[in-house]
């Protein structure tokens, strides 16, 4: 038999490796790059997280309406803003800046944050853990099964696929484009559903929250807002 | 007319082997048998239908059949089918997922049911790539027009080209394993094949047996006005099909599980599978895709981007490799 030599796959083109073998300069700026480059990010997100706290002028604190982490207010349907896809909040920002999504409170505080700005916030609050299952009891009504129905099946009778479908498994969302959806206070999703029905808000890519929300009757909307809050997943699996 | 053919119809008379108005009395005597064999056909095809079970018929058709008109369900009224009552459609609903049998039975039934929807979890050993069965069957293989189980159930077993053999609904499922999911076959009897088999025949509770039932496969497009184009196909799959299956198509993942399926690549089906054939692609994405807006894409932009997503390299066809 025959052996072969052994040769280790080569992580980086010989022709970079020959770069940096011809000098002391080229290895420095490397790791200035690097060290620049993640710096940077680091600073963004520290610049989002003061100005989530402390607001900024003509700017109120995010904390003000969506909780001290983000974790939104339930009462008045402020959402969630925490371990949301960076894309999704920072299309948003844009978007109340612009007024292709209208909200009296969001689209001055928008207006009045720089482009870097933006993304420094949306960063910081992508950042955030996200909803986690907690311990409070699934409660079984009709309409909390009605609700969990839909988010987990959807209803093809009438075109409905299921919420999860597209914002992920367990709600969590999926990047870039989709946000989660479990722990989102009821009072919000019910809002934005409505909205979409209504065309109050249409900056959802190619229609795809339009053309579902269109197919909900006022009960659907307000079942699976409701188990949205606090969606148990327990017995999805039969 | 050729010389020659005078000169060999000329000989034909003479030796009376021939006359030119034999073929008026060949053409004559097909018309009169074909009438004989199509009047009674037609007869038949309508006194099958009329014997269905009432039950399995929509309201608007139950109301409609008594004025003795042939509901609009049946295929091409007054032409014979070919097979008698298998092309007659007959619209079906599965029974609810709330009345899931108990017992061993139901266990199978769910543990079938588990296997559709996850088949990452629950068929694992028999899996090759990152797709599970509700990926081109939706709502867990309930949705008509999307190749629902109970559609397919009860027309086996059947014929298929594709082995050149009558195939059992259980040689059926290990189909999808090999080529769709590219990966091994269950052995017949394995407890994932029975659980499909029982999660499929209790789909099909109440559905006549081979008949055809409205929704059953992907609704068949009539061929495209241009020839299917992958560089079109490529701007309609951007505009639409991107944003959840990727602008590679290769799909997105959370946390290591394809959330939405590749659409080619070595996580997608391989290449002897249906979805490789560009008409079935384009059925099924006419009918299906985006999620939530079926029939909103032309039938000329589903064909396209059909081409363009099988235009992409993925996994060998299994029959082609030599072992």
Redesign the interface.
């Known amino acids: 038999m025959r052996t072969k030599a052994f040769n280790p796959p080569c992580l980086l083109p010989h022709s970079a490796l020959k770069g940096l073998k011809g000098g002391l300069p080229a290895w420095i700026a490397l790791i200035a790059w690097v060290g620049l480059g993640s710096g940077a990010v680091h600073a963004d997100r520290l610049a989002g997280a003061a100005l989530a706290q402390q607001g900024g002028p003509g700017m109120t604190a995010c904390v003000a309406c969506h909780g001290a982490r983000g974790e939104g207010q339930a009462a008045a349907g402020f959402p969630r803003l925490a371990g949301q896809p960076k894309a999704y909040l920072l299309k948003q920002l844009q978007e109340f800046a612009n007024g292709t999504r209208k909200n009296p409170q969001m689209e001055p505080i928008a207006r009045a944050l720089s482009a870097q700005q933006r993304g420094d916030v949306a960063d910081h609050y992508a950042s955030l853990p996200g909803w986690k299952a907690g311990a409070k009891a699934a409660a079984s009504s009709p309409q909390s099964l009605a609700g969990s129905s839909l988010a987990t099946?959807?209803n093809?009778n009438k075109?409905?696929?299921a919420c999860f479908?597209?914002h992920?498994?367990d709600g969590?969302g999926?990047?870039p484009?989709f946000p989660a959806l479990s722990g989102q206070p009821s009072a919000y999703t019910r809002a934005q559903l409505k909205a979409w029905q209504a065309g109050t808000r249409s900056n959802d890519?190619?229609?795809?929250m339009k053309?579902?929300a269109d197919r909900m009757t006022d009960a659907e909307i307000d079942a699976v807002s409701l188990y949205l809050e606090h969606p148990s997943f327990s017995g999805r699996?039969? | 007319m050729p010389n020659w053919f005078s000169k060999w119809l000329e000989n034909q008379k003479h030796t009376r082997a021939f006359h030119p108005s034999w073929i008026l009395l060949v053409v004559a005597t097909t018309i009169i048998i074909a009438g004989i064999v199509w009047i009674p056909a037609a007869l038949v095809s309508k006194a099958e239908y009329d014997r269905l079970p009432s039950a399995a018929l929509p309201a608007s058709e139950k109301t409609s059949a008594p004025t003795g008109e042939i509901p609009a369900a049946v295929e091409q009224p007054g032409f014979p089918a070919p097979t008698g009552p298998k092309t007659i459609r007959v619209d079906f609903s599965p029974p609810d997922v709330g009345d899931l049998p108990s017992g061993e039975f139901g266990e199978a039934v769910r543990l079938g049911r588990n296997i559709f929807n996850d088949t990452q979890t629950y068929a694992r050993a028999y899996v090759g790539n990152g797709l599970n069965c509700v990926n081109c069957h939706l709502d867990e293989g309930r949705k008509a027009n999307s190749a629902p189980l109970w559609a397919a159930y009860v027309m086996f077993p059947a014929y298929r080209e594709k082995n050149s053999r009558v195939n059992s609904y259980e040689d059926r499922l290990t189909g999808c394993f090999r080529f769709s999911m590219n990966g091994k076959v269950p052995p017949p009897g394995s407890k994932e094949l029975i659980a499909l088999m029982s999660y499929s025949y209790w789909l099909s509770k109440g559905a006549p047996v081979g008949v055809e039932l409205a929704g059953r496969g992907y609704p068949k497009l009539a061929e495209p006005q241009q020839p299917p184009d992958a560089a079109r196909g490529k701007k309609v799959f951007e505009a639409n099909c991107a944003i959840c299956h990727g602008a590679d198509g290769q799909g997105t993942q959370v946390s290591g599980r394809y959330a939405f399926p590749p659409l080619w690549g070595k996580d997608s089906f391989n290449a002897g599978a249906g979805m490789t054939q560009v008409h079935n692609a384009a059925a099924f994405i006419r009918a299906n895709m985006p999620l939530g807006q079926g029939n909103t894409l032309t039938e000329q932009e589903a064909w396209d981007v059909a081409k363009y997503m099988n235009s992409h390299g993925r996994p060998v066809d299994p029959r082609l490799v030599k072992s």
């Open positions: 099946r959807g093809w075109e409905i696929p479908a597209c992920g498994p969590a999926i990047l484009h890519p190619q229609g795809l053309a579902v699996r039969e």
